[in-house]
């Protein structure tokens, strides 16, 4: 990062601010963010080698039919009104 540019959590506690986001809400976003960023040795997400995988399906949600909150297993049926 350069010289002159605000860190991330920095940067994270002004946009917060000017959201008018309460206290407790900005640092939990923050207190978040910085568990986040340790818990991947504060790697940059480009260098995570996920092989080109979106988000999702790195939380799990890759296969087809299968959300993120589906049990092992269960895949969701069409959607019936």
């Known amino acids: 990062m350069g010289e002159g540019q605000p860190r991330l959590l920095d940067r994270v506690r002004d946009r917060i601010r000017r959201k008018h ?5 900005e640092q939990a976003y923050v207190d ?6 340790l818990h991947h040795n504060k790697r940059h997400p480009a260098t995570w080698g996920h092989g080109g995988r979106g988000v999702s399906d790195r939380l799990g949600g890759g296969e087809a039919g299968v ?8 895949e969701r049926g069409p959607v019936t009104l």
């Open 21 to 25: 986001y309460s206290i407790r809400t």
């Open 32 to 37: 978040w963010i910085r568990r986040f960023v």
């Open 67 to 74: 959300g993120l909150d589906a049990e092992p297993g269960q």
